[in-house]
């Protein structure tokens, strides 16, 4: 079936510090990909997507790059700041029985201090 | 456009109550989809409805039940509740059609069910 992996958290950065947050997925055909974001107390934000391979997601200053060859959908952003402590989740969807299920991995929290 | 609403969100229950939770989709979207998410389980699927039907169901046992109306709003139902089932509950609407996949699920900010 369809899984995803992401590395354990937390991970604590100091504010402007360079951030990866890994994810590999296994999964039959093509998924789509999805970073989502959870900020404390509420539901979960789409960050970015890509839909096929070597396409790149942004928002915010947050990349994600659709590598099939290595299976990877890793999450980069170049200068972190406090505001972007939350627990961040990677997520597949594939076509299942006609309709359209996410399957998420385990979520990576992510604390940013001055 | 306004997003996804979930009501209430906060609710207390207690064991074998049973316990009834709304979802207002985004306006032109017909796909609604529940999740829940716990501490020691993550973010499951529940099930997923377009067009007033179930089409997908994830791994949960029949206490578990959700309908979907003809405007897209959509209810959960729990039934006998259990300890277990104490989590946040999130509700996800999209606009793809049937065989149209990959499409962003759009979150509202979820109903926190506590069981005592």
């Known amino acids: 079936g369809n899984s995803v992996t992401q590395m354990e958290g937390p991970v604590t950065l100091s504010e402007e510090a360079f951030l990866t947050i890994n994810c590999t997925y296994t999964?039959?055909?093509?998924?789509?990909l999805f970073w989502y974001v959870q900020y404390p107390g509420e539901g979960l934000q789409l960050l970015l997507k890509a839909t096929k391979a070597d396409d790149k997601g942004s928002n915010k200053g947050f990349e994600a790059t659709y590598r099939k060859e290595t299976t990877s959908f890793h999450l980069e952003k170049g200068s972190v700041q406090v505001s972007d402590s939350a627990v961040y989740f990677c997520a597949l969807s594939r076509l299942t029985g006609g309709g359209n299920k996410l399957t998420f991995g385990t979520g990576t929290q992510l604390k940013v201090e001055l | 456009k306004a997003g996804v609403t979930q009501t209430p969100r906060y609710l207390i229950k207690t064991r074998g109550q049973q316990v009834t939770l709304s979802c207002s989709p985004i306006s032109g979207h017909r796909s609604v989809s529940w999740y829940q998410q716990t501490p020691g389980q993550g973010l499951q699927f529940l099930f997923e409805y377009f067009s007033e039907t179930q089409r997908n169901k994830g791994n949960f046992p029949g206490r578990f039940s959700g309908r979907q109306f003809s405007n897209s709003r959509s209810e959960m139902n729990v039934s006998t509740l259990e300890l277990g089932d104490s989590a946040l509950y999130l509700c996800?609407?999209?606009?793809?059609?049937?065989?149209?996949?990959?499409?962003?699920?759009?979150f509202g900010p979820g109903t926190r069910l506590l069981v005592l």
């Open positions: 999964a039959t055909g093509y998924p789509s």
């Open positions: 996800a609407s999209s606009s793809h059609r049937p065989g149209d996949w990959g499409e962003t699920q759009y």
